[in-house]
């Protein structure tokens, strides 16, 4: 596969149709030379699960930066996100993993659906009053704030600081973009991670201070050292909301673009229609790995020091395990996905997402019967990574 072909404007406009093609190529691909390190491209589903859990495979941590960027512990940015649980694997990962378990829990979780209903009904009520004067801005105005705000409830980030995080927490996900770490980016990306630091470190002494039941006051308490508690303070709160905001964006377009399933999404049928909504348009279509020793998949050599792109928004749309891949369809009796990824660091926030899902959309629909897109959504590239919208204009009484 010519990665140029996947970072081409075409191929950000419609990953689904390069996806096709990969699949008829068998479940995995050699990457054109090599390019930019990135030696496979995998895309079966089998095999996607298969990287996933492959303890031959590893997140792209120290190590795999000493070989590549040397001068990373330079990069704030790179450092924030290594002393993470998100690139570290094994015993470290696990003992970090088994920690944060321990505090977010599916009680937790639970207990946050009557804070989840109750931001849902203020924001539909704000979106209400701003469409007297026009289109609304649906990913600023809601898809941002509910999944910031719930994550704020939940880890214990005062609400009115939310405003401030939204372009830092961008600036961070933007050096995920495959292609995305450039000078310019990584600069900012810098300047967020050192002043998303000095916030965490500040937070952190005031709950240690005066604790509170809320995560960053129950993972002040374990035995974790300051830069892996403040690294997984912050990675957990982007990876809390970024990813939501995307399958609200996402999902809301599939249901406005096909006004015959949005009439019959119901409080009974919403679970599925969101694993469908997660399944055709991931919010994360592609997770990275690299091979620190020779390895192999599905035949396809990856040499030592060299990544893999487990394209996981490929796997979801793989004929050898969906029936007619390409549609979206809530019904499906092959339902299931990689969009949460698969093994050691399945996403700890899945429960957590769906369950926005499962709040947003009813109440969206039953709020506004006449909710239209101003314009069609298709046609601007979008990220390959973290995929969705910049800006979604919506008219919340209909076109
Ligand atoms: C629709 C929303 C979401 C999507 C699509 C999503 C997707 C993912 C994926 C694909 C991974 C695996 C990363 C990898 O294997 O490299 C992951 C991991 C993770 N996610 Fe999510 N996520 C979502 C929401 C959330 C939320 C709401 C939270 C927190 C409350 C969260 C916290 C995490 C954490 C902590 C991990 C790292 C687990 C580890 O490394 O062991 N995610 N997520």
Known sequence: MDLNELLSEEGRVDPPALYARLHRAGAAVAVDGGARGFAVAVHGFEAVAQ????????????????????????????????????????????????????????????????????????LLD????????????????????????????????????????????????AILELDGATWRNMARADTAARELTAYFTELVALRRAEPRDDLISLLAAEDLSEDALIGNLITTFNAGFVTTTHLLGNGLTMLLERPELAASLSGENVASYVEEMLRFEPPVQI?????????????????????????????????????????????????????????????????????????????????????????????????????????????????
Not at 64 to 70: R, S
Not at 129 to 136: F, H, N, Q, R, T
């Open 126 to 173: 704000r979106m209400d009053e701003l469409s007297a004067d026009g289109p609304v801005e649906f990913m600023g105005e809601f898809a941002y704030l509910l999944p910031s705000s719930v994550m704020a409830e939940l880890l214990g980030v005062p609400q009115n600081d939310l405003a401030w995080f939204r372009p830092r927490v961008l600036a961070i996900g």
């Open 287 to 399: 997770l990275v790995r690299y091979a620190p020793e020779d390895a192999e998949i599905e035949g396809v050599p990856v040499p030592a020091g060299q990544a893999v792109l487990a394209m996981v928004g490929a796997a979801n749309r793989d004929p050898a395990r969906f029936a007619d891949p390409d549609t979206f369809d809530p019904g499906r009796a092959d339902a299931g996905s990689l969009s949460f990824g698969f093994g050691p660091h399945y996403c700890m926030g899945a429960a957590l997402s769906r369950l926005e899902g499962q709040v947003a959309f009813p109440a969206l629909l039953a709020r506004f019967p006449k909710l239209a897109l101003v314009e069609p959504s298709g046609g601007a590239p979008k990220p390959l990574i973290l995929r969705g919208h910049d800006t979604l204009a919506v008219a919340c009484h209909g076109g």
């Open 51 to 122: 990287v996933l859990k492959d303890g031959r495979f590893h997140q792209l941590d120290a190590a795999y930066l000493d070989l590549h960027t040397p001068q990373w512990r330079r990069h704030p940015a790179l450092r924030v996100l290594r002393d993470s649980m998100f690139f570290t694997d094994g015993p470290a990962h696990d003992r970090v993993r088994q920690m944060i378990g321990r505090v977010f829990t599916a009680r937790r979780v639970a207990r946050l659906e009557h804070a989840v209903t109750g931001l849902t009904h203020r």
